[in-house]
């Protein structure tokens, strides 16, 4: 009998309008074969940035996590983020330069906390095998040794977890010289069956990440109609053009 009077999970409202939006965006990024493509398509928003920034932090993620006490240890005293605010209930982490905000705070009893998988932090990094090196010294377990997206890539991407499994992904770049040094190293020791550790020569083999996460866009079926002011190209972009395109464009910027 209590069933009844239970109260309905109200279900959140989406207008089919923003979804149209969105799904227009994501049109684009699957058919853009070049920059030209992706200029011509491309329209501003309707809208623009709302909001007027203040002199204090401008942006943070903040999540809840059950072990209050090991998040912060694991932030300040491995990682060594700078603390920005601190209380017994609340912890704000920042970057010697401030460039980004993160922040935790316990759990209610019996809330078991924001699921690790509800979010990533990202941060891209030079030097990204250094880095993580350094990160093993200070003993954090890499789940993902930082390896390339994708193969022939010189984008490399790893990932390690906090005490409370959100997932820390790394970003970088590694240069020609050291995909040329780890070759040479593989034929001086006889093939491509090394099997190295940072505590012998400082390199790790590399294996090919599973880059299905950053392809999700690349597998939608669905159409819908343009945005109105908008127009599409005909024809499907070959996966692989796509992640060209995201090369291209990052070293038009450079």
Known sequence: MLALFKKPVEKTHVNPRIRAYGKARIDIARRATSRADWDRMWKQSTFPFPFSWGESWKQCVEYRVVDFPAEVGFYIDILGLPVNAFDPDYAMFTSPNGEFYLSVVPALEGDPGTPPEAIRIQFMVDNIL?????????????????????????????????????????????????????????????????????????????????????????????????????????????????????????????
């Open 130 to 254: 250094e880095v993580a090196e350094e990160l093993e010294r200070r003993g954090i377990v890499f789940e993902k040794w930082p390896s390339p997206c994708a193969e022939g890539s010189s984008l490399y991407i790893g990932y390690f977890r906090t005490p409370h499994g959100i997932s820390i992904d790394l970003w970088g770049l590694v240069d020609d010289d050291f995909e040329l040094e780890e070759s040479v190293l593989e034929e001086d020791v006889g093939g491509s069956d090394l099997q190295t550790n940072n505590e012998t020569t400082g390199l790790v083999q590399a294996s090919r990440l599973d880059s299905a996460r950053s392809r999700d866009a690349g597998v939608l079926d669905e159409r819908d109609e343009p945005m109105e002011d908008g127009e599409n190209v005909e024809g499907d972009a070959e996966e692989n053009e796509v992640e060209l395109f995201y090369v291209y464009v990052d070293e038009e910027e450079e």
